[in-house]
């Protein structure tokens, strides 16, 4: 099982960026599909975006289509989340995770079998 490390989280004012980053343990990072999904105040967590083993295919919410992009570095065992044009509805922890002998970019919870302890994003008006 990976170990999943979140940083880059903190306080935005409305319009600007952050980008989040995810440190793995391990040497089979690169046969991880990863991905981000967050929880806002008070609501279920929710998917964000995903990448697939080679980081050649990414799924995106459609929510933050257009803001935020994931990226991956598999000689350095990191996923990455660049967030721009942040506006109050992106509050949330975000989270990192990663699913085992899944292939392609999974959207749903549930084949993810390892979690960071989230990072959180907050976003002032």
């Known amino acids: 099982q990976v170990q999943l490390v979140e940083s880059g989280g903190g306080l935005v004012q409305a319009g600007g960026s952050l980008r989040l980053s995810c440190a793995a343990s391990?040497?089979?990072?690169?046969?991880?599909?990863m991905a981000w999904f967050r929880q806002p105040p008070g609501k279920e967590r929710e998917f964000v975006a995903a990448i697939n083993q080679g980081g050649g295919r990414t799924a995106i919410t459609n929510s933050v289509k257009g803001r935020f992009t994931i990226s991956r570095d598999n000689a350095n065992n990191t996923v990455n989340l660049q967030m721009n044009s942040l506006n109050v509805e992106d509050t949330a922890v975000y989270y990192c995770a990663a699913a085992p002998g899944v292939f392609g970019t999974p959207t749903w919870e549930s084949v993810f079998g390892s979690w960071g302890q989230g990072t959180q994003v907050t976003v002032s008006s």
């Open positions: 391990g040497r089979t990072f690169s046969s991880y599909a």
